[in-house]
């Protein structure tokens, strides 16, 4: 099957702090690109996705930038709190092939 | 409104046994991904269905297959299962095939010895 790395980096930040979740995608021609919240027992909630004809969008407490030149997308969180502690997840989606692909994810661990 | 609900929650079969697993989308949602999820590989696609059609599939074997009915809800069926079919079963809903925002349900997790 397709997937994107196998290790899973970790983030450990303590609460208060801001968080910032980095990504690389794949494919030059994906067009699409979502950030997913997974916590434990459950299945991947959305938080928030950017289309490629921007670089930035916010929403509440979190921030996604997106750099098409070198295929980088952060996950910003203001204010990390426990409740944020989750696996978050990147993915990418081509238009032609309209599939999401999945980022390894990254574990964030807030320390209260 | 109801968010995806899938079924059963937790199953555990035994090597060569087939398996089926059901899901139900967001009411008014007609399209139905399926994903499979493990530690090794991640978040892996595995199909698509849009109007009781395969619309998009994943590189997975044969052994995996499903369906969609006519009141949207889905089905996957593994056959033949193998120890590394092992996961947990995703289902993600949206509201149409050229929708973008898509959401999941809680998976199956299945175990396979």
């Known amino acids: 099957g397709e997937s994107v790395g196998l290790h899973l980096p970790t983030l450990s930040v303590q609460e208060g702090d801001n968080s910032i979740i980095n990504c690389a995608y794949s494919?030059?021609?994906?067009?699409?690109f979502i950030w997913y919240k997974q916590e434990s027992g459950k299945g991947p909630q959305f938080i928030i996705d950017?289309?490629?004809?921007?670089d930035k969008r916010q929403g509440q407490r979190v921030t996604v930038l997106l750099n098409k030149t070198v295929k980088h997308l952060s996950l910003q969180i203001a204010a990390t709190q426990p409740g944020d502690s989750a696996v978050y997840f990147c993915?990418?989606?081509?238009?032609?092939?309209?599939?999401?692909?999945f980022g390894p994810g990254t574990s964030l661990s807030v320390i209260p | 409104k109801a968010g995806v609900t899938q079924t059963p929650r937790y199953l555990i079969k035994t090597r060569g046994q087939q398996v089926t697993l059901s899901c139900s989308p967001i009411?008014?949602?007609?399209?139905v991904s399926w994903y499979q999820q493990t530690p090794g590989q991640g978040l892996q696609f595995l199909f698509e269905?849009?109007?009781?059609?395969?619309?998009n599939k994943g590189n997975f074997p044969g052994r995996f297959s499903g369906r969609q009915f006519s009141n949207s809800r889905s089905e996957m069926n593994v056959s033949t299962l193998e120890l590394g079919d092992s996961a947990l079963y995703l289902c993600?809903?949206?509201?149409?095939?050229?929708?973008?925002?898509?959401?999941f349900g809680p998976g199956t997790r299945l175990t396979v010895t």
């Open positions: 993600a809903s949206k509201r149409s095939e050229r929708s973008y925002e898509q959401y």
């Open positions: 993915a990418e989606r081509e238009t032609s092939y309209d599939k999401v692909i």
């Open positions: 494919n030059s021609a994906s067009d699409y």
């Open positions: 950017i289309r490629s004809n921007m």
């Open positions: 009411s008014g949602h007609r399209s």
């Open positions: 269905y849009f109007s009781e059609t395969q619309r």
